[in-house]
């Protein structure tokens, strides 16, 4: 007997259930290289040229909707999501499977990657490697006590500003307005970023995108909740 193909469908969330939160000081397993050299990009990309490389870096990307639209904006150029939990980034790696599956030729410039970016960035990206960084939603943390382990501080601002290129970009979007106000003040005190103007924000294309892409940004639009975006130029 014959067996017909398995329909290829996308994954459903539901399966892939994880708490919002995870600590990103706890010492959690991962395998990391050594060197960016040592990473095989292969593995990620299956169509990678030996001039490419990732550009583009979605911190805590989530279950992927943000990143999948970054793949369908610049099909050319490679993005990853980094994600420190283990469902989910599990949900996103099956999700691009799939995509790739039901649409030949396309997504093959998008991937996931389970780590920790608070503390393993220089592990996998060279100097100046990344134009654009974004930080889409992230973990409020509202215990003072708890500040510390914020995506956006100054010891972390300066692994940042080392991946990134000259004239890179940092893209952040929150709900809550006391955490995008210690956002903007650490930003602004670093002295190797500068802060987009109004003008400059409305006229990135992407700057639409972050509003509702993402499933986070979503959730907002959905309860018309606030959004706080400020994006950053690294100098």
Same mark, same amino acid.
């Given at each position: 007997?014959?067996?017909?193909?398995?329909?290829?469908?996308?994954?459903?969330?539901?399966?892939?259930?994880?708490?919002?939160?995870?600590?990103?000081?706890?010492?959690?397993?991962?395998?990391?290289?050594?060197?960016?050299?040592?990473?095989?990009?292969?593995?990620?990309?299956?169509?990678?040229?030996?001039?490419?490389?990732?550009?583009?870096?979605?911190?805590?990307?989530?279950?992927?909707?943000?990143?999948?639209?970054?793949?369908?904006?610049?099909?050319?150029?490679?993005?990853?999501?980094?994600?420190?939990?283990?469902?989910?980034?599990?949900?996103?790696?099956?999700?691009?499977?799939?995509? &790739?599956?039901? $649409?030949?030729?396309?997504?093959? *410039?998008? /991937?996931? %990657?389970?780590?920790? #970016?608070?503390?393993?960035?220089?592990?996998?990206?060279?100097?100046?490697?990344?134009?654009?960084?974004?930080?889409?939603?992230?973990?409020?943390?509202?215990? &003072?006590?708890? $500040?510390?382990?914020?995506?956006? *501080?100054? /010891?972390? %601002?300066?692994?940042? #500003?080392?991946?990134?290129?000259?004239?890179?970009?940092?893209?952040?979007?929150?709900?809550?307005?006391?955490?995008?106000?210690?956002?903007?003040?650490?930003?602004?005190?670093?002295?190797?970023?500068?802060?987009?103007?109004?003008?400059?924000?409305?006229?990135?294309?992407?700057?639409?995108?972050?509003?509702?892409?993402?499933?986070?940004?979503?959730?907002?639009?959905?309860?018309?909740?606030?959004?706080?975006?400020?994006?950053?130029?690294?100098?």
């Amino acid at each position: 007997m014959v067996q017909e193909p398995c329909s290829i469908s996308l994954p459903q969330k539901r399966y892939y259930r994880q708490r919002a939160h995870s600590n990103p000081i706890a010492d959690h397993c991962f395998d990391y290289p050594a060197h960016p050299d040592n990473v095989i990009w292969q593995e990620f990309y299956p169509n990678i040229t030996p001039d490419q490389h990732v550009e583009f870096a979605d911190i805590g990307c989530g279950y992927g909707g943000f990143l999948v639209t970054l793949g369908e904006m610049f099909p050319d150029r490679l993005a990853i999501g980094l994600e420190i939990r283990v469902k989910v980034s599990d949900y996103v790696m099956d999700r691009i499977k799939a995509l &790739r599956t039901l $649409h030949p030729g396309k997504y093959n *410039n998008i /991937a996931c %990657l389970r780590t920790n #970016a608070m503390k393993y960035l220089p592990n996998y990206f060279r100097k100046a490697q990344l134009d654009k960084m974004f930080f889409l939603y992230p973990d409020p943390h509202f215990k &003072r006590a708890k $500040h510390k382990w914020r995506i956006i *501080n100054q /010891a972390l %601002l300066s692994e940042y #500003a080392y991946v990134l290129r000259k004239g890179g970009l940092v893209y952040t979007m929150t709900d809550v307005e006391d955490l995008h106000n210690w956002i903007v003040q650490h930003m602004k005190k670093h002295p190797l970023y500068e802060r987009l103007t109004d003008e400059d924000e409305k006229a990135d294309p992407i700057t639409p995108k972050l509003y509702h892409s993402s499933e986070e940004g979503t959730k907002v639009v959905r309860n018309k909740g606030d959004h706080f975006l400020a994006i950053f130029r690294r100098i």
